[in-house]
T-cell receptor, first 118, second 115 residues
Framework: KAGVTQTPRYLIKTRGQQVTLSCSPISGHRSVSWYQQTPGQGLQFLFEYFSETQRNKGNFPGRFSGRQFSNSRSEMNVSTLELGDSALYLC?????????????????FGPGTRLTVL | AQKITQTQPGMFVQEKEAVTLDCTYDTSDQSYGLFWYKQPSSGEMIFLIYQGSYDEQNATEGRYSLNFQKARKSANLVISASQLGDSAMYFCAMREGRSGNQFYFGTGTSLTVIP
């Protein structure tokens, strides 16, 4: 079974531009979460989608948005890029969305998209 | 308060030796899950092991085992017979029952295996 895929793997943008990142979850997984990872802040949760609905949202400005399609693929968009948005953006998928899903709620990560904002 | 605390920024271990990476967590939920992930320099987070709050036995997955002490709220990862390929960042994470599928990650421990 193929793992989580993310495209593109690397991106270079300039301040003020916008960017769209894509994530394809493991086949059969319906939950997709997004994280931002930086050396200074570590891993920070952005948002989580399940069945095309945003279920959880982290503490990020409205410039960060996402969506999920009927095939569970997800995109995240960052508008009006800032230098501080430079980071590794990780997508993770899991089979279930449930607080009691046990091991079946394990998140499996993709390779990430490394975004550099100049 | 931090949900997950990893107090060891960096660790060194001799090849073929065992090493313990510390993790403590903070939750008032009765139902939660604890996870360990490995992140090599390539960036991908690799799932290693899971422990549920109701599991009575410590989880094991090959060379990885989780030393779960519920009363002390600790979930230490033990890697036996370290290999050079084990050199990576290791993250402890928790999912609380009430927060759905949101994961809380620690700051990570950088493990270096010395030949």
């Amino acid at each position: 079974k193929a793992g989580v895929t993310q495209t593109p793997r690397y991106l270079i943008k300039t301040r003020g531009q916008q960017v769209t990142l894509s994530c394809s979850p493991i086949s059969g997984h319906r939950s997709v979460s997004w994280y931002q990872q930086t050396p200074g802040q570590g891993l920070q949760f952005l948002f989580e989608y399940f069945s095309e609905t945003q279920r959880n949202k982290g503490n990020f400005p409205g410039r960060f948005s996402g969506r999920q399609f009927s095939n569970s693929r997800s995109e995240m968009n960052v508008s009006t890029l800032e230098l501080g948005d430079s980071a590794l953006y990780l997508c993770a998928s899991s089979l279930l969305f449930s607080g009691t899903s046990g091991k079946m709620g394990t998140q499996y990560f993709g390779p990430g998209t490394r975004l550099t904002v100049l | 308060a931090q949900k997950i605390t990893q107090t060891q920024p960096g660790m060194f271990v001799q090849e073929k030796e065992a090493v313990t990476l510390d993790c403590t967590y903070d939750t008032s939920d009765q139902s939660y899950g604890l996870f360990w992930y490995k992140q090599p320099s390539s960036g991908e987070m690799i799932f290693l092991i899971y422990q549920g709050s109701y599991d009575e036995q410590n989880a094991t997955e090959g060379r990885y085992s989780l030393n779960f002490q519920k009363a002390r709220k600790s979930a230490n990862l033990v890697i036996s017979a370290s290999q050079l390929g084990d050199s990576a960042m290791y993250f402890c994470a928790m999912r609380e029952g009430r927060s759905g599928n949101q994961f809380y990650f620690g700051t990570g421990t950088s493990l270096t295996v010395i030949p």
